[in-house]
Structure formats: C-alpha cells, structure tokens
C-alpha cells in the first residue's frame, strides 16, 4: 500500500513538491512514496486532469499530497479538462469535506508581516473551511446568452443540514484541543444559505458544544478584524467560499502565502488530501524561487493527521523553525535562497 501519493502538478508544484520528497526520505525513510501526473501536465500527457487511474491510487493511498494546478496555457481548454476542474473531483472524490487551513506566524518572520510585529508575534488560528459543498459545486451553473444581447452567469451557493453540520463538529473538537473558541463566518444578513449555517452551527453548539465559546460573525467583518485585531481568533469554520477568502488574507499576515499548509479531511480512516495553499505561481515556475516550506509543512499535517507519526510530525515543524531562526528565507520573505536551499536548511535543522 502506498502511504504518501505525490501529485506535484503544475507551475511551482513540481519544485516545491521534490523539496517534500527530499525531506520525507531523511525524516520516514520508511515510508511508500508514489508519484503521478495532475492537472495541466496529466492533461497535456493524457487529455484529462485527474486519470481514473490517478484518481484510484490516491483512493488506495493512505495520505495524498499535491503542488498546485493551473496556469495561463490551459485558460483556453473546455472548463470541465481544466486543471482546477481535477482538482475539484479530487477533492469531491476523496470525499473530504473539511479543509484545515493554520495561519501561524512562526517567531522570526513576525518582521515579515505586513503587520506591525505587536499584532502577529504568537498568531495561531485555525481555518476550518467546508470544502466540498457550497457555489464551487452548486448547481445549476451555466452562462447563457440574453436575447436583448449580453449575457447572464450563474453559480449556485447551496448547503444542507449535514455539509454545515460535520464541518461544524470539527471545527468545535478542534477548539476543544486549543484555546476553546470558535468564530462561525457567513452572511446570514443576506444570504440565505449563511442563515442556514448560523442556524444550524448554533442548534449543534446548544446540543453538543456547550462547553465551547461560540461567536457568529459577519464575513466581512471578519475579512476586516483580522487586519484589525487577528490574535482574538482561534477556530473559524466558515463556507467554501469564504474559507477560501479569509484564509488566503490571514496568509500575508504570517509573512507570506508561501508559507501556509492545509489538510483536507474526511470521514476517519481515508485518505487525507494535503496542499499548499499557494497558486502555481507560472510567473516564477522553473526558475528556483518558490517558498517549499507549505509544501513542507504541509507534509508535516498529513504526518500528524493521516500517517499516524506524530513525534516525526513534531521533529519536521521544530526543523522548520530552526531553519527560520538561522536566518533562512527564500525572496517572498526577503531572502536569497532558492527552493533547493531552503530545503538544505530544513534538512540541516533536522
């Protein structure tokens, strides 16, 4: 069986992803690695951005991480071969539904932040975004042309009960595990898809979670509070949508996107799905200068989460920090080194 299915995708992917494989074989030499092909490069080698075959083995893997999807050369191909489109029934596939998302701002970048340091030393918060329901996959979804000229498009934001529910529920054991609160974002104010959600977060806190502080906010008072005031947060569960929103914001202020890791979640016993939160950056691809340290941290999650090595897990994040606190940092955090030396400088700190 394999335990780690590497899926380095496109742009920056590769590159970043090597950086993993690099670290995975020092730290857990034990382990399986697979590789295969994803998104643009698996449709330009198979006319398809995610292959059934592709598709089982990260069924069949115990964790699966990937680089990142995507780029200018394939904005002209049929939106349903698109990289992000293999992407999505990845995710939907796989089944995992809550995407956890750490915006931690590691001690030595708190310079880095576009934040004054008094506001990011110490920030830890945990973004649980649901990640397989919501307008990314709501139906219908079409652009049509209008008879008068012009045209119409329409993406459908749709929720049950149980999508909110179970993301809910881990967002609320999480903060059990922490400092004990949770921030519900939606638009309930205009959204009826968001008062559903306040609805039923609020149902499932009064009947399970009583003991957890639970505050609702407004998504866009949150996209303001965390410029304003980000240490007040802990666990914020929220939509697709926003998720993907607030967490890319609460990126810049640890000090860059290329340093945020996530882990995407399913029912117990299958496979997690991990990733940088980062693009595939086609503008910098090749050319070295990616940050590897979310595609690290990244494998540091599915070490914890799925792989069930958590002292190893332990060993990779203190690596990282070391490595920062020598001084190590790419050029999206000031620095010089390329990804090959950045992942040098984990490997040393190891």
Not at 305 to 326: I, M, N, P, Q, Y
Request: glycine share 10%; hydrophobic share 45%.
């Amino acid at each position: 069986m394999t335990d780690l299915l590497l899926l380095p995708g496109d742009g920056i992917g590769p590159e970043v992803t090597a950086q993993v494989r690099r670290v995975a074989e020092r730290l857990t030499p034990v382990l399986k690695i697979e590789e295969r092909l994803f998104g643009g490069a698996s449709y330009d080698a198979d006319g398809s951005p995610l292959t059934d075959e592709t598709l089982a083995a990260a069924k069949a893997a115990k964790a699966v991480l990937m680089g990142a999807v995507g780029g200018p050369k394939w904005a002209g191909v049929a939106r349903d071969k698109r990289p992000e489109a293999g992407l999505l029934r990845l995710r939907a596939e796989m089944e995992v539904f809550a995407n956890l998302r750490p915006a931690l701002c590691f001690g030595p970048l708190a310079e880095a932040s576009s934040l004054k340091r008094e506001f990011v030393e110490g920030l830890d918060i945990m973004f649980v975004r649901e990640l397989t329901g919501g307008v990314y996959f709501g139906q219908p979804r079409f652009i049509e042309a209008l008879p008068e000229g012009g045209k119409r498009a329409v993406d459908t934001q749709v929720y049950t009960t149980a999508e909110i529910e179970r993301v809910s529920r881990v967002a609320f054991e999480l903060a059990r595990k922490r400092r004990n609160k949770v921030h519900s974002a939606e638009k309930s104010n205009v959204m009826e898809s968001g008062l559903l959600w306040r609805e039923v977060v609020t149902d499932l806190h009064k009947r399970e979670y009583a003991d957890v502080e639970l505050e609702h906010i407004l998504a866009d008072n949150a996209a303001m509070q965390l410029v304003k005031n980000p240490k007040q947060f802990d666990v914020i569960v929220t939509d697709n949508l926003f998720g993907d929103i607030l967490s890319d914001e609460a990126a810049q202020l640890t000090g860059s996107l290329g340093m945020l890791p996530s882990a995407a979640l399913g029912v117990a016993g299958k496979p997690g799905l991990y990733e940088p939160i980062h693009g595939s950056a086609p503008d910098i691809a090749g050319q070295g200068l990616a940050n590897p340290l979310a595609a690290i941290l990244s494998f540091e999650m599915a070490l914890r989460w799925s792989l069930g090595r958590a002292t190893e897990a332990d060993r990779l994040f203190a690596a990282v920090d070391k490595a920062l606190s020598a001084g190590a940092r790419t050029r999206d955090l000031g620095g010089d080194l390329s990804t090959v030396q950045m992942g040098d400088a984990v490997l040393a700190a190891l």
